[in-house]
């Protein structure tokens, strides 16, 4: 008679192992990631100034350089319409002086006209 200790043990089924992640051909040292995260980091640093104030304005926070530009492009606005209401006046004032003109001639023209 056999007893279990004479009996072969069946070999371990692929589940009753752990699992062992397939070695990759390139390994990932911290060194490696700190180097990138460093290019990144300079990569935007230096890009910033050119998206900056648009991704914070987009987001509804206001730079002081956004509030400048701002508030130039209002003083410019305001100096449009001042500029355009100075165009009216001057246009309204040429032709008042160009009818005054035509009156002082004609009136010129009748005193000429009457005997002395």
């Known amino acids: 008679m056999t007893t279990k200790e004479?009996?072969?043990t069946p070999p371990d089924s692929p589940a009753d192992e752990p699992y062992q992640p397939p070695a990759s051909a390139e390994r990932h040292t911290p060194a490696r990631h700190s180097l990138a995260l460093a290019?990144?980091?300079l990569a935007i640093a230096l890009t910033a100034p050119f998206?900056?104030?648009g991704a914070l304005s987009t987001l509804g926070i206001h730079t002081p350089l956004g509030r400048a530009a701002q508030q130039n492009t209002l003083a410019v606005m305001r100096q449009d319409g001042?500029?355009?209401?100075?165009?009216r006046r001057l246009a309204a004032a040429?032709?008042?002086l160009a009818k005054?003109?035509?009156e002082l001639t004609a009136a010129m023209q009748r005193s000429d006209a009457r005997p002395h």
Not at 82 to 87: A, F, H, K, L, Q
């Open 6 to 8: 004479d009996q072969p």
């Open 51 to 53: 998206w900056e104030d």
């Open 39 to 41: 290019v990144a980091a």
């Open 82 to 87: 001042r500029t355009e209401d100075m165009s």
């Open 100 to 102: 005054q003109q035509a």
């Open 94 to 96: 040429t032709a008042q």
